[in-house]
């Protein structure tokens, strides 16, 4: 038995069976692959994957317990590495960040530079994507931290913690109707165009459930991944914009008018996640309490023994 046969095993799980794609993501061969996976289950004495003929159509019952295993192997093979470079190099090595556009727009630059200050020599990469792509790619080992309001604190696979919690706005143009309304009401809101986020995204879930208590179906014209996007056809005269309220900048936002809305619709909690099991190097766990300062080293190492 050897890794090469463990990470063809669980390619083939992560990229649907598809052994053309297995063999490019591990630098190999198709017949490769289909090797390493016919050696491990010749010496295992089980069958881990049905097949129509040479194709892998999913797993057999022994193959579904034998892939749990696998996976805490490869992590736990991870996890030494990891628990070496902190003792031969604890300041130098790569961070990954998962993060949507939103935080990487408004929560991060000044976390970025404060980290970059104190670990000069830690490279960092920023992935931006859905809160579902920002959990998969925690959770299957591709990033190492994940920062999303929606979904990672619903993915039992990660490890979660409270970062900030924050609330949406309503951005409106100059001279705009609802700059005459001290607390609007969601019927007044809801008697103007809708420009929000996408579903799943930043906090949506929130404004849609203060609409439906209402009993009022807003006429939502636009929706967008990103605040900047929003905030343009907001200034096209497309209709009323609802962002999170760390998206507003009245600097860079001149031309636009915030109103306040935590009257209006439930706070929302941007979550930090890590995969669990996982050996968080020290400059990693040094992030997250530069992100979130209550979360200190104490409270994500007692949640998350694995941590440096």
Known sequence: MNFQQLRSVREALRRDFNLTEVAASLFTSQPGVSRQIRELEDELGVTIFERAGKRLTGLTEPGKEVVKVIERLLLEQENLKRAAQEFSASDLGRLTIATTHSQARYALPVVIQAFRRHFPQVRLNLQQGSPEHISNWVADGHADIGIATESLANDDRLATFPGYRWHHVIVVPDGHPLLGVARPSIQALAAHPII???????????????????????????????????????????????????????????????????HLFESNMTWVAVRKGAYLRNYAVSFIEMFAPHLDRGTVTEAHPLAA
């Open 196 to 262: 929000t986020y996408d579903h799943g995204l930043t906090g949506r879930s929130h404004i849609d459930a203060a609409f439906e208590q209402a009993g009022e179906r807003p006429d939502v014209v636009l929706t967008a991944m990103d605040a900047d996007v929003i905030k343009t056809y907001v200034l096209a005269g497309l209709g009323v914009g609802i962002i999170a309220s760390v998206a507003f900048d009245p600097a860079e936002d001149r031309r636009l008018r915030a109103i306040q809305a935590d």
